[in-house]
């Protein structure tokens, strides 16, 4: 059974940083992208980041200087840095684990609020 444990996620002020961490388990199949997705509120969920197996990353438009998307395919494992918070960072961070076959595996969600 594939699992995506989620962490780092919670409550900063504007400006600040966080780091988020998914590690995938039980994953039968090559893992090709590995990333992140946010959705905030009344918002459809959007690309943050997501990484190709080639070591390609892509970056949605709002974030790009911002973020930082790493991973270990040793660990099968995805980070997130997230610096210069904005408020409108805001949102319900969920990680994205692509494998062969177009099958695609998301984690539980992690919130991250930006707030003074």
């Known amino acids: 059974q594939v699992q995506l444990v989620e962490s780092g996620g919670g409550l900063v002020q504007p400006g600040g940083s966080l780091r988020l961490s998914c590690a995938a388990s039980?994953?039968?199949?090559?893992?090709?992208?590995m990333g992140w997705f946010r959705q905030g509120p009344g918002n459809q969920r959007e690309l943050v980041a997501l990484?190709?197996?080639?070591?390609?990353?892509n970056y949605g438009d709002s974030v790009k200087g911002r973020f930082t998307l790493s991973r270990d395919n040793v660990k099968n494992t995805v980070y997130l840095q997230m610096n210069s918070l904005k408020p409108e960072d805001t949102a319900v961070y969920y990680c994205?684990?692509?494998?062969?076959?177009?099958?695609?595996?998301w984690g539980q969600g992690t919130q991250v609020t930006v707030s003074s």
């Open positions: 994205n684990v692509g494998v062969n076959y177009g099958i695609n595996y």
């Open positions: 039980g994953v039968r199949y090559r893992i090709n992208a």
């Open positions: 990484s190709d197996s080639g070591g390609s990353t």
